[in-house]
């Protein structure tokens, strides 16, 4: 099963955060319940990539050859069509960690700004 809950607190993950944390070069989620900030594991984002980049052109490039599709704008629709796909695909897939530096806590932001250069 792919990453659907917060690991702090357990809330629901949306699948339309994953999908644009996916979408937009996975991006970190940071979950709107308790600001925890969650990553993209870096072992399977070139396993990702695969289905979001290079599957898609490969489908396309051999159904081109199979279907005889020679229009330019019908072989880019197709890459994009199984493009969507196969990131709601990883999106189903994605797993994500606690990341290691969270975003700046308030305490943390007055202690920076009291020290003195
Ligand atoms: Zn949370």
Redesign the pocket.
């Known amino acids: 099963m792919g990453f659907q809950h917060?690991?702090?607190?357990?809330?629901d993950i949306t699948f339309k955060t994953r999908f644009k944390s996916v979408f937009f070069g996975y991006r970190p989620i940071i979950?709107?319940?308790?600001?925890?900030e969650h990553e993209v594991d870096e072992r399977y984002r070139f396993v990702y990539s695969l289905y979001t980049v290079l599957i898609p052109i490969l489908l396309v490039y051999f159904s081109s050859s199979v279907f005889g599709i020679t229009s330019r704008f019908i072989q880019v629709l197709l890459v994009l069509v199984f493009g969507t796909f196969g990131v709601m695909y990883a999106t189903s897939k994605v797993k994500y960690h606690k990341s290691k530096h969270q975003p700046i806590k308030e305490g943390q932001a007055k202690n920076k700004s009291v020290k003195k250069s």
């Open positions: 917060c690991s702090n607190c357990k809330k979950c709107e319940e308790c600001g925890v």
